[in-house]
Nanobody, 127 residues
Framework: QVEVKETGGGLVQAGGSLTLSCTAS????????VGWFRQAPGKGREFVAA????????YFGDSEKDRYTMSRDDAQNTAYLQMTDLKPGDTGVYYC????????????????????WGPGTQVTVSS
């Protein structure tokens, strides 16, 4: 069974930076696309970022595209989400998910597209 785990969450002041890591096991990581979603209190999971197999293409939500970057290291079975200029609206639980051999250019935004999810890591941005 595939396992996914997020690390790197914490408390940061507005304007600060944070890097989240997503590590997966029991899979051939290079065969998977990876996505990040955020869930604020009382809300559903919102797409944040995704990266294709091989890392050739990244996708971001509208409010993240100028502040976040995403990368992957297949040798370490890990994907990274670098977040800069953080705002209080970035607060929430960040979930990492993996999707086996994604096709096309719409898979990454949909929660239902993903096969396995991590338990999440809390990010809190104070004003």
């Amino acid at each position: 069974q595939v396992e996914v785990k997020e690390t790197g969450g914490g408390l940061v002041q507005a304007g600060g930076s944070l890097t989240l890591s997503c590590t997966a096991s029991r899979l051939v990581f290079s065969n998977y696309g990876v996505g990040w979603f955020r869930q604020a209190p009382g809300k559903g999971r919102e797409f944040v970022a995704a990266i294709t197999r091989g890392g050739g293409t990244t996708y971001f939500g509208d409010s993240e595209k100028d502040r976040y970057t995403m990368s992957r290291d297949d040798a370490q079975n890990t994907a990274y989400l670098q977040m800069t200029d953080l705002k209080p609206g970035d607060t929430g639980v960040y979930y990492c998910a993996v999707r086996w051999r994604p096709l096309g250019d719409t898979w990454y935004r949909e929660v239902s597209s993903y096969d396995s999810w991590g338990p999440g890591t809390q990010v809190t941005v104070s004003s």
